[in-house]
């Protein structure tokens, strides 16, 4: 039975009591044949990346994906802990929402729908996409060995289409109901930590951003707000012995679009540091508070951010923080790491081949993309332990100079490991020369035949 490397092995015991025995035995090859594997992360590939590929119980590795008992939201639990214990161990614990869509096709899989390709469309270019939509919650953080902050998935869950869950007689979920939902599973695991949550303009919900802030410890939401967004003054005291039910707002306040255009608006200027990737951006903001309201739908308190740039590189902007008392400038930081999601889901895509598997059975669907999203923060996990030099790590070329690590390098030197550890570990410590058996010659051979 294939042993991982003693460094990689200390850190999936975490999750050894989650799966039986057996099950455990099987879900290793499975991580590191998905970790070694190329283009194609199906359960085949990644047994013939372990050189199981005569293996005649090849099913058993399948039932870990399709029948075996064990719980994604333990796992996403337990991943969760090592994340923040590593990466974040202290302040808030900021996190993205947002939704991939997986493009599949073919009649057994029942949950998929038309959904708009983010990928592919633009504004003024519409393209619709079969496929699953994921609604996926990732840890914001810092890495140190790379130099700026990346999105880790640490839960992941299938939204279904609105047909699918009425052919099954189920109440449809939107999207803003999964990011609730997963919100308030990661507010019941960690209640005594500050939480924000960032997102995009489709999450600017009222029923969602109030659902957010009755919790016993709220979690704080930033998002975009609609600069024609009808605002109010707070609610006035009532006065002794006044009549009538309680009023929800107080006077209406001019919309944001109208206090862009004031020459009487107060603007601060401030410099952000990473502006989508971008580097520094000065830019102008303007903050206030008040309170949005739309008939039908409870009141939410909140602060209003407007951005504009001096030299008028891109249109006003308005964001929004459902935590009154967070600072202007720190919304401003929060939302700007909301860049990171997408591109950790094109990482994802690139890197680990979410977009390739092709079970069949509805509980291997809605455990394999997950799990490859988690794999994403299982490297950088592994590689966070391993880089005592970023410079040594990183892929450099004539042609290309990078400064810090990327993912691609961060996979490469967990796959380096690996490898050592399965064709290398009878080497002799020392020398310049290795003994190379024929198998590895064959088997690396292979390997660079089939890669996509």
């Given at each position: 039975m294939y042993q991982l490397p003693p460094s990689i092995a200390a850190l999936l015991v975490s999750f050894a009591p989650l799966f039986s025995r057996r099950v455990w035995a099987h879900a290793q090859v499975l991580v590191a044949g998905a970790l070694l594997a190329p283009a194609q992360r199906t359960v085949t590939a990644a047994l013939r990346a372990m050189g199981l590929a005569q293996t005649a119980q090849f099913h058993r590795y399948h039932r870990v994906l399709s029948h075996a008992r064990w719980s994604g939201l333990a796992v996403g639990r337990t991943l969760l802990a090592l994340l923040v214990a590593a990466f974040a161990p202290d302040g808030p614990l900021v996190?993205?929402?947002?939704?991939?869509?997986?493009?599949?096709?073919?009649?057994?899989?029942?949950?998929?729908?038309?959904?708009?390709?983010?990928?592919?469309?633009?504004?003024?270019?519409?393209?619709?996409?079969?496929?699953?939509?994921?609604?996926?919650?990732?840890?914001?953080?810092?890495?140190?060995?790379?130099?700026?902050?990346?999105?880790?998935?640490?839960?992941?869950?299938?939204?279904?289409?609105?047909?699918?869950?009425?052919?099954?007689?189920?109440?449809?979920?939107?999207?803003?109901?999964?990011?609730?939902?997963?919100?308030?599973?990661?507010?019941?695991?960690?209640?005594?930590?500050?939480?924000?949550?960032?997102a995009d303009s489709g999450y600017a919900a009222l029923a969602f951003l109030a659902a957010c802030r009755a919790w016993r410890n709220p979690v704080a939401v930033v998002t975009r707000l609609r600069?024609?967004?009808?605002?109010?003054?707070?609610?006035?005291?009532?006065?002794?012995?006044?009549?009538?039910?309680?009023?929800?707002?107080?006077?209406?306040?001019?919309?944001?679009?109208a206090r862009a255009a004031d020459p009487e608006t107060a603007w601060a200027g401030i410099t952000i540091a990473n502006w989508y990737g971008a580097g520094e951006r000065a830019v102008e903001v303007a903050s206030d508070t008040?309170?949005?309201?739309?008939?039908?739908?409870?009141?939410?308190?909140?602060?209003?951010?407007?951005?504009?740039?001096?030299?008028?590189?891109?249109?006003?902007?308005?964001?929004?923080?459902?935590?009154?008392?967070?600072?202007?400038?720190?919304?401003?930081?929060?939302?700007?790491?909301?860049?990171?999601?997408?591109?950790?889901?094109?990482?994802?895509?690139?890197?680990?081949?979410?977009?390739?598997?092709?079970?069949?059975?509805?509980?291997?669907?809605?455990?394999?993309?997950?799990?490859?999203?988690?794999?994403?923060?299982?490297?950088?996990?592994?590689?966070h332990a391993r880089m005592a030099d970023p410079a040594d790590a990183t892929r450099q070329a004539a042609w290309y100079r990078k400064t810090h690590p990327t993912f691609a390098d961060a996979l490469a030197l967990v796959r380096r490991e690996l490898?050592?550890?399965?064709?290398?570990?009878?080497?002799?410590?020392?020398?310049?020369?290795?003994?190379?058996?024929?198998?590895?010659?064959?088997?690396?051979?292979?390997?660079?035949?089939?890669?996509?």
């Open positions: 996190f993205g929402v947002d939704e991939t869509l997986e493009r599949r096709r073919g009649k057994r899989i029942a949950a998929k729908g038309l959904y708009r390709d983010a990928v592919r469309s633009s504004k003024g270019y519409f393209v619709k996409a079969s496929g699953l939509r994921w609604a996926c919650l990732m840890l914001l953080v810092p890495i140190p060995f790379a130099a700026r902050t990346w999105a880790l998935p640490v839960l992941t869950a299938l939204a279904p289409s609105e047909r699918h869950d009425a052919e099954r007689g189920r109440r449809h979920k939107t999207l803003t109901d999964w990011a609730r939902q997963l919100l308030l599973v990661v507010r019941r695991w960690w209640p005594e930590r500050a939480i924000v949550a960032v600069l024609d967004a009808a605002l109010y003054e707070p609610t006035p005291p009532r006065r002794p012995g006044q009549k009538g039910r309680p009023r929800k707002k107080g006077r209406r306040l001019p919309t944001l679009a008040a309170v949005w309201y739309h008939t039908g739908l409870p009141p939410v308190p909140l602060r209003w951010v407007l951005i504009r740039d001096p030299q008028g590189r891109f249109a006003t902007q308005a964001l929004l923080c459902t935590d009154q008392e967070a600072a202007p400038e720190q919304v401003l930081a929060w939302f700007v790491l909301r860049w990171q999601l997408e591109v950790t889901l094109e990482e994802a895509r690139r890197h680990l081949g979410v977009e390739t598997q092709r079970q069949w059975s509805e509980a291997a669907i809605r455990r394999t993309t997950p799990a490859l999203l988690g794999l994403f923060s299982l490297v950088a996990l592994l590689a490898w050592r550890q399965k064709l290398f570990h009878t080497s002799p410590c020392g020398g310049e020369l290795i003994k190379v058996p024929r198998v590895l010659v064959e088997h690396l051979t292979e390997a660079l035949c089939y890669v996509a």
